[in-house]
């Protein structure tokens, strides 16, 4: 069982990335280790991001057909595929596994109004292979607490940034402080990061936002929505794991 975010058209860029969890592993120390550790400069402040480590993100995925891109209406079980292990979206040389999917859970109380339950799972076909650059980042637990003013990283490859894998270190915010910037749009279902001159446009929806704790990265949020402009003076939004993970438990128990 794979776990994956899905696409939905957001207020700002948009973009096809998607996180695999192989269930195996999902509750094991092993995930969220990365055995090429990441590099994040940004910790201090950033605006644009920058190039991770290659394969330093290895729960990171692309989800394509015969080119790179997204669309809500174009998921399915038969004309997409899952990219593993990429890195330069422009490289052939790259040792990647290009997976089909199986099967596609969408979240039951999604809601396309509010943007509520922002997440689906997408089983695939067959196992991914395990390796340096395919490997599971943690789930974060129901009972987790990632403070406001936490340093968190999104990454992902947006339509007009380098066909090399971007990264960006944001700032958490309290939803209280989130609501300063969006109001009522900001539900317990939701987390934010940004702002401060930080962006999380580079990201993108359906992106990983990762926590990390003891050396330990944690799927925190999944990239949803922002500033149409991406500005850096706004959060950008995203789904609250810790709030769907009993969705996700439930799901591939099941599956």
């Known amino acids: 069982m794979k776990v994956s975010v899905r696409y939905i058209p957001d207020k700002g860029r948009k973009t096809c990335l998607y996180l695999h969890v ?3 592993y999902m509750y094991s120390p092993g995930c969220g280790v ?5 590099v994040i400069t940004g910790y201090s402040r950033i605006v644009h991001g920058e190039e991770a480590v290659t394969h330093s993100w290895p729960w990171q995925v692309s989800l394509q057909n015969s080119t790179w891109f997204c669309g809500d209406s ?4 038969t004309s997409h595929c899952v ?3 990429e890195h330069d979206r422009s490289s052939n040389a790259e040792p990647i596994q290009t997976m089909t999917i199986g099967k596609v859970f969408k ?4 809601n396309s109004f509010t943007i509520n339950n922002n997440i689906l799972l997408i089983k695939l076909a067959s196992p991914a292979q395990l390796n340096t650059h395919v490997f599971p980042v943690c789930l974060a637990e129901t009972s987790d607490n990632f403070p406001g003013g936490m340093k968190c990283v999104t990454s992902g490859w947006a339509p007009d ?3 090399l894998l971007q990264q960006a270190a944001l700032p958490l915010l309290t939803n209280d402080d989130c609501k300063r910037f969006w109001g009522t749009n900001i539900t317990d279902l939701m987390i934010c990061a940004g702002a401060s001159g930080a962006s999380s446009c580079m990201g993108d929806s359906g992106g990983p936002l990762v926590c990390e704790k003891n050396g330990v990265w944690t799927l925190v949020g999944i990239v949803s929505w922002g500033s149409s402009t991406c500005s850096t003076s706004s959060p950008g939004v995203y789904a609250r794991v810790t ?3 009993a969705w996700v438990d439930q799901t591939i128990a099941a599956n």
């Open 22 to 24: 192989n269930s195996t």
């Open 161 to 163: 940034t380098p066909a």
């Open 83 to 85: 990219i593993l292990g």
């Open 243 to 245: 709030k769907l993970r």
């Open 107 to 110: 979240h039951p109380n999604y």
């Open 74 to 77: 174009l998921i399915n079980e």
């Open 34 to 38: 990365p055995a090429i550790p990441p």
